[in-house]
């Protein structure tokens, strides 16, 4: 996978097509594709991504500040 492909902290960026990321962000959040409008996922849109713990999760205010 690009994660794993990459080491712990580092950012790394996607860009791919709206309902890939809707995929993605509603099989995150365990809710049904068909309710992807709900989630966020606009044309153009950015949806940030981190780990939390040992699983992947959708954050809500973006990402956490970078460290020096």
């Given at each position: 996978t690009v994660v794993?492909?990459?080491r712990s902290g580092e950012r790394i960026a996607v860009v791919t097509?709206?309902?890939?990321?809707?995929s993605i962000v509603c099989a995150l959040?365990?809710?049904?594709?068909?309710?992807?409008?709900r989630h966020g996922v606009s044309n153009t849109g950015v949806v940030w991504i981190g780990r939390k713990e040992?699983?992947?999760v959708v954050l809500d205010?973006?990402?956490?500040p970078a460290s020096v």
């Open positions: 794993a492909k990459h097509h709206q309902m890939v990321i809707a959040r365990s809710v049904p594709l068909r309710q992807w409008r040992r699983a992947l205010g973006g990402p956490p």
